[in-house]
């Protein structure tokens, strides 16, 4: 059982270049989502989805797009990589289709440098 | 947008000493939950209040949830240098989009041996 499975665990982008960050998971959850952490500012919500086909917006979703074809996988696109977009991203899933009533299960990150 | 404002930003204690942090909301909250993260790890669950005046412990890890159910605490008795990391809380709002868990700052707490 990996749980929750990030693939690359470290990126270099160079600005305007294109990239997909992997997410799966193999716990059978709905709920997924995408959060990027940066110094001082926590952890920020991009984008999460509740289900195959079902996706919405977060706090900070500019920039990054998702799809969930599969109930496994959720991956995070970057159509055009900005140096502000230079972070640690997690992935993560829940049980709950409302995280708030179940525990989210983390990913050990992927940390993006955009030159 | 919601927010959930987290203090300290940073606690430096001996080890043995406690720690507190705190977790505060102007609206009210349907739960709360804590996570730990360890430094160059991944955030790990760590507990979930959903009743107003909620008190769990996990050994020396007490944790509150306000009466009005718009703040919450987590307490350390005697820390130790395993107790290391970054502590978040995350919340949604009473009312608000299922789905958009909002995470604080967090509270970096540091443990000299």
């Known amino acids: 059982n990996a749980g929750v499975t990030q693939t690359p665990k470290f990126q270099v982008l160079k600005t305007g270049q294109s990239m997909t960050l992997q997410c799966a998971q193999d716990?059978?959850?709905?709920?997924m989502s995408w959060y990027r952490q940066d110094p001082g500012m926590g952890l920020r919500l991009i984008h999460y989805?509740?289900?195959?086909?079902?996706?919405d917006q977060g706090e900070v979703p500019n920039g990054y797009n998702v799809s969930r074809s599969t109930t496994e996988d959720f991956p995070l696109r970057l159509l055009s990589a900005a140096p502000s977009q230079t972070s640690v991203y997690f992935c993560?899933?829940?049980?709950?289709?409302?995280?708030?009533?179940?525990?989210?299960?983390f990913g050990e990150g992927s940390r993006l440098t955009v030159l | 947008g919601q927010q959930v404002m987290q203090i300290p930003q940073y606690q430096h204690v001996q080890e043995g000493e406690d720690f507190t942090t705190y977790c505060n909301s102007s609206?009210?909250?349907?739960?709360i939950q804590w996570y730990k993260q360890r430094p160059g790890g991944h955030p790990v669950f760590l507990i979930q209040l959903v009743k107003s005046g909620e008190v769990k412990k996990q050994k020396r890890l007490t944790f509150q949830f306000g009466e009005a159910k718009k703040n919450s605490s987590l307490h350390i008795t005697a820390t130790q240098t395993t107790d290391v990391g970054t502590y978040f809380c995350?919340?949604?709002?009473?009312?608000?989009?299922?789905?958009?868990?909002?995470f604080g700052k967090g509270t970096k707490l540091s443990v000299k041996p």
């Open positions: 995350a919340a949604t709002n009473y009312g608000g989009s299922q789905g958009n868990l909002i």
């Open positions: 609206t009210t909250l349907s739960n």
């Open positions: 716990m059978n959850h709905e709920y």
């Open positions: 993560a899933s829940s049980y709950s289709l409302d995280p708030a009533t179940g525990e989210l299960f």
């Open positions: 989805s509740v289900g195959a086909g079902i996706t």
